[in-house]
């Protein structure tokens, strides 16, 4: 069984940085997609990042490219989101998620939340304006 737990959510102001972790335990894949996704209220969980749990391959929303940038740290088995230049549009819950599989391709990776087995709880992200 896989588990993630997020952290590092928080109040910021509209052109402020905030630096999200995700613990991952459990059994992984290497073709793994570990992914960050959202969901504002009134609105659908969405696509932020994702990168491979082996490999350096990342993609992201047009929404959040230049501004977010997701990596990895196998030996700690975390996967961080930096966000900077954050805008209110960002407020949102953000969650961690993998187990979805994801060969490198960029257009091929798996960006619907129901692509994804396993998910954290979520951390809170609020930016004032």
């Known amino acids: 069984q896989v588990q993630l737990v997020e952290s590092g959510g928080g109040l910021v102001q509209a052109g402020g940085s905030l630096r999200l972790s995700c613990v991952v335990s459990g059994r992984l894949f290497n073709n793994y997609a570990m992914g960050w996704f959202r969901q504002a209220p009134g609105k659908e969980r969405e696509f932020v990042a994702a990168i491979r749990w082996s490999g350096s391959n990342t993609y992201y929303a047009d929404s959040v490219k230049g501004r977010f940038t997701i990596s990895r740290d196998n030996a700690k088995n975390t996967i961080d989101l930096q966000m900077n230049s954050l805008k209110p549009d960002d407020t949102a819950v953000y969650y961690c998620?993998?187990?979805?599989?994801?060969?490198?391709?960029?257009?091929?990776?798996?960006?619907?939340?129901?692509?994804?087995?396993?998910w954290g709880q979520g951390t809170q992200v609020t930016v004032s304006s």
């Open positions: 998620a993998t187990g979805a599989l994801w060969y490198g391709i960029a257009l091929a990776c798996p960006t619907r939340p129901r692509q994804y087995a396993y």
